[in-house]
């Protein structure tokens, strides 16, 4: 039964999945090839001059991607249940309670990881060529919360789509925009070194928001 | 009789605006039953409720002895649900959504649903977004024929179908319930279609049931009266007269009476009457009957 519902969400979101997986090769070209340049052009010496003691970091163009695939893959998943309160139809699935929104929401969420963690070890592979394992690190606790936001926004995409009501709707989206502020503090390289376990608990922390929707749905809350 | 579905004392609010209270009805197993209302009377509300998809403000509901708000996964399978408005999974074709139901009924059959998209003479690979609102309630039905439950929930089923997408849905319908010997809890706009499908009927107003009875009783026992006399005013004070009104001169009333005891009323409350005519009725007038033109 789970393998038809992960077709279902397939059906839905394959389009989506291909264009983030497009966008994510696309975006890596580009960064690796605007570093290529710039080690042609202003010389390795210069550039590990601008990232050790000028603290730049490289990779600022990776910033809002994962956020944006994160809520696109979320509304390309729960929008079109929520059209005509299609999710009826999941909920009557002979399924015992939550297990075809649990499915649902770990095919998102392992979907989405996949695709962030080969986007990040290809990152990294990149890296370590030009640069020593200090600054892979750095760049490392830069990024992954970037990653995590995406999950992150996910989560709260899955729990605003599946709300009944337009006001409790707009009070989550408020929630969502200002928890997912917390991951884009500073991109200062290595930033969240010291707090990056607060923010993987943030991401575990919000996965069950959806629940609190499902369940008002089921008790038929209305505007 | 074994009921399968029953609710006891449904009461539902929304907010401060009450739908009904202290609901109670039964449907027996093998019987199909038709819920008849006004728009607003609270249809689509008992329906969401028996399935889970909303919380009565007050009493319960049971189908196959089940809460209806926690029903298990076996339960689930032996109840076979039409949204109104024919509403499936558009991002799907008739191939794809057919494989993916299978999936979760064990008794799933495959010929009963392909039988009835053979009808359709459209391109299996074609989505259901694109298909008319018709064709696409013979999708919904094909799947729940598929599915093969006990007990089928059918909300509208006749909403935004023309006169012969509904005809073959009621057939179908019809011929398969009958044979297989299925519980119906059935909702329509149009009550044409139900006179021809159902066995019982349960008539909601606003507020509380008027009435639940097999139809052939209520159709043999129903009557609208037609005659002439002065004014329709004092046939308003008279409880066992329904919606009294004259039109065009010609007075009409609505009443279980038999003509002799109408008569026998209208004397002893003084009340003369010339050219009494008794009409059968069908569904449709009988319901307007019970619950007025507006």
Redesign the interface.
């Known amino acids: 039964?789970w393998?038809?519902i992960i077709?279902?969400e397939w059906?839905?979101t394959k389009w989506f999945n291909i264009g983030i997986w497009m966008v994510a090769i696309l975006l890596l070209t580009y960064i690796f090839m605007k570093i290529g340049r710039s080690f042609r052009f202003v010389g390795m010496e210069h550039l590990w001059d601008v990232v050790v003691n000028r603290d730049q970091f490289l990779f600022r163009n990776l910033k809002y991607f994962p956020i944006a695939a994160g809520i696109i893959f979320g509304l390309s998943q729960f929008v079109?249940e929520v059209i005509?309160?299609?999710i009826?139809?999941t909920?009557?699935?002979?399924?015992?309670?939550h297990r075809a929104i649990l499915i649902m929401i770990a095919y998102g969420l392992i979907l989405l990881t996949i695709t962030f963690t080969i986007h990040i070890l290809t990152t990294i592979v990149f890296v370590q060529l030009y640069f020593p394992k200090e600054i892979i690190i750095s760049m490392i606790f830069t990024i992954v919360p970037w990653y995590i936001s995406g999950l992150v926004a996910y989560s709260f995409i899955a729990m605003i789509s599946l709300e009944p009501t337009w006001k409790r709707r707009i009070f989550n989206i408020i929630l969502m925009v200002l928890t997912l502020d917390l991951f884009y503090i500073s991109d200062f390289p290595g930033a969240y070194r010291f707090n990056i376990y607060l923010v993987i608990l943030i991401s575990i922390y919000v996965m069950p928001f959806v629940f609190l929707s499902v369940n008002r749905?089921?008790?038929?809350i209305?505007d | 009789m074994e009921n399968i579905i029953e609710c006891k004392n449904l009461t539902h609010y929304y907010g401060d605006r009450r739908i009904y209270e202290n609901l109670n009805f039964k449907i027996p197993k093998g019987r199909i039953l038709g819920l008849l209302g006004k728009n607003g009377t609270g249809k689509t509300t008992t329906i969401n409720i028996l399935n889970g998809f909303l919380k009565p403000s007050g009493g319960k509901c049971l189908m196959f002895g089940e809460d209806s708000g926690n029903l298990s996964p076996e339960t689930k399978q032996k109840v076979g649900l039409l949204i109104e408005g024919h509403v499936q999974y558009s991002f799907m074709n008739i191939i794809e959504i057919e494989k993916f139901y299978s999936a979760f009924y064990p008794k799933w059959k495959k010929e009963a649903y392909y039988g009835l998209m053979d009808l359709l003479k459209i391109d299996p690979k074609q989505k259901i977004s694109t298909m008319s609102c018709g064709q696409r309630s013979q999708v919904a039905l094909g799947l729940i024929l598929a599915q093969d439950p006990e007990l089928l929930i059918l909300d509208d089923f006749s909403m935004g179908l023309d006169p012969g997408y509904r005809m073959l849905f009621v057939d179908y319908l019809n011929e398969y319930v009958r044979t297989e010997n299925k519980t119906v809890f059935v909702t329509s706009h149009i009550i044409q279609d139900m006179e021809r499908l159902i066995d019982d009927c349960l008539i909601l107003d606003y507020g509380h049931i008027i009435l639940q009875k097999p139809v052939d009783e209520l159709l043999n026992t129903f009557r609208r009266y037609r005659f002439k006399c002065d004014s329709h005013e004092p046939l308003l004070s008279i409880t066992d007269l329904l919606h009294p009104a004259t039109i065009k001169g010609e007075t009409e009333v609505y009443t279980f009476l038999e003509k002799n005891k109408l008569e026998l009323l209208l004397k002893e409350n003084n009340i003369s009457i010339e050219n009494l005519i008794e009409d059968k009725l069908s569904l449709e007038e009988a319901f307007i009957g019970l619950t007025g033109k507006y």
């Open positions: 039964m393998k038809a077709y279902k059906k839905k079109p005509e309160k299609r009826k139809l909920l009557h699935l002979p399924l015992p309670k749905f089921k008790k038929g209305q």
